[in-house]
């Protein structure tokens, strides 16, 4: 049960911070956690998304809309072939192929050598490479669709590749878009390309308050990749973007659910308070797979873990059990032991609140790693792991950070 192995001689229903940090040693969790991320993040694989579309449409605002500013305007990635106009940018969860500077209709030969040597290539390794989807990118106001955008729009259907066409920056009031949009929209349609849903997406990845232009079409572009891309790369696809928290709350419970149901199996015959609290391999691992869902970069991850045995010394000044008082229909804690119920309910509200601590870093709130406070972060999770553990053992399926 215990981090490292280390067993707990602690008792009572209070302890002192001393007995706690025999319990949770720091290195050890350390140890432990960084083992369990990496295998998090190895085992989640990549999902591959092409990006097309002519120079300046907006492909790189639509890319660091939906991913976060990862690759799209700094990095140049590797190219596919020499002189490719196609490159790749690889992160720990995608895979993003992007047609940057080039010009469909001018450079549709290279395009089209690069999109095959791509697809040779990961045919080569056994299909670790493949594409699952492509974004094929069309400005409202280039008012033309040509034939060399038929042409690829078929060769990538021939490959196999499922293509969304999104519109982009484009205009609209109320739920109307620019009739300009809709005719081409239309006049796409009319090429007969085949496109997911026969429709094409209309969105607009930056608002412009300008011109009261509000951003629109994302989750609706993000939705429709998740129906087209094959349910193996769901995961990494939650993992990567970063518009949808609702998607990576939903994963982060479900992670959450299995391992407080875990847990309460695993407590079933009594345990000592402390040791039980935060010392469970199977607790690391849903905090390693929660931080992959959020996508936390690993030093970031391993940085901000620090708050569990942070909290573990704060618990060692308040007193385990005055906590565990918190847990409707806890009943008191005798002789410092605790059972399955107490054990699911730790084990929820400890996710829940890490999850908290995840989204809030994956939105940028904390700023650089090196600024956030060891205090701030401790007290913010002992707070959201208090405010879970009076919810009880339903946590797992009432968790809503923002109703928190
Ligand atoms: N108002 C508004 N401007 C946008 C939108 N999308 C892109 N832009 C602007 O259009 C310009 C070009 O956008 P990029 O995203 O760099 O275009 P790109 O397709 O990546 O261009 P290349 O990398 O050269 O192929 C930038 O000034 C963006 O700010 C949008 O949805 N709304
Ligand atoms: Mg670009």
Redesign the pocket.
């Known amino acids: 049960m215990n981090i490292g192995g280390k067993k707990s001689t602690e008792q009572g229903s209070t302890t002192s911070a001393t007995t706690i940090s025999q319990v949770l040693p720091v290195d050890d969790f350390a140890q432990d956690f960084s083992e369990n991320l990496k295998q998090a993040y190895s085992e989640q694989g990549a999902v591959t998304v092409c990006v097309f579309?002519k120079?300046?449409?907006?492909?790189?605002?639509l890319i660091n809309t939906i991913f976060g500013e990862i690759v799209?305007d700094t990095g140049y990635g590797r190219p596919v072939t020499q002189d490719s106009c196609l490159y790749v940018h690889e992160s720990g969860n995608l895979r993003l192929i992007d047609s940057?500077?080039a010009e469909i209709g001018r450079d549709d030969q290279q395009l089209q050598s690069g999109l095959d040597a791509l697809v040779a290539d990961s045919k080569a390794d056994g299909g670790q490479g493949r594409i699952h989807v492509a974004w094929y990118c069309v400005a409202w106001n280039h008012r033309r669709f040509e034939d060399s955008d038929v042409r690829l729009i078929e060769r990538l259907r021939g490959h196999g590749i499922p293509v969304i066409v999104v519109m982009?920056?484009v205009p609209m009031i109320g739920d109307r878009i620019h009739k300009d949009a809709q005719t081409l929209a239309e006049s796409i349609l009319s090429r007969g390309v085949p496109v997911h849903m026969q429709r094409v997406f209309p969105t607009?990845?930056?608002a412009?308050p300008y011109r009261g232009?509000p951003q629109h079409g994302i989750a609706e572009l993000l939705d429709a990749t998740y129906e087209v891309v094959p349910d193996e790369v769901h995961a990494a696809l939650t993992s990567a973007q970063q518009f949808d928290f609702d998607r990576k709350r939903s994963a982060a419970r479900k992670v959450i659910a299995t391992a407080a149901a875990a847990a309460g199996l695993a407590g079933a015959p009594p345990v000592p308070v402390v040791s039980m609290l935060f010392t469970v391999p199977a607790q690391i691992a849903m905090m390693a797979k929660i931080a992959q869902i959020y996508a936390i970069p690993f030093d970031r991850a391993r940085g901000l873990a620090v708050v569990v045995p942070t909290l573990g010394a704060q618990l060692g000044r308040v007193g385990a059990a005055s906590l565990l008082k918190l847990i409707p229909g806890a009943g008191p804690i005798v002789g410092g032991v605790i059972g399955a119920a107490v054990s699911a309910a730790v084990t929820g509200a400890l996710g829940c609140a890490w999850a908290v601590v995840c989204e809030r870093s994956a939105k940028g709130e904390f700023g650089p790693m090196d600024l956030v406070g060891n205090d701030m972060l401790g007290s913010l999770f002992l707070s959201e792991f208090k405010q879970a553990l009076s919810r009880g053992t339903a946590i797992s399926r009432t968790w809503n950070p923002k109703a928190a």
């Open positions: 579309g120079s300046g449409c907006g492909k790189s605002t799209a940057r500077g982009t920056k607009c990845a930056l412009d232009q």
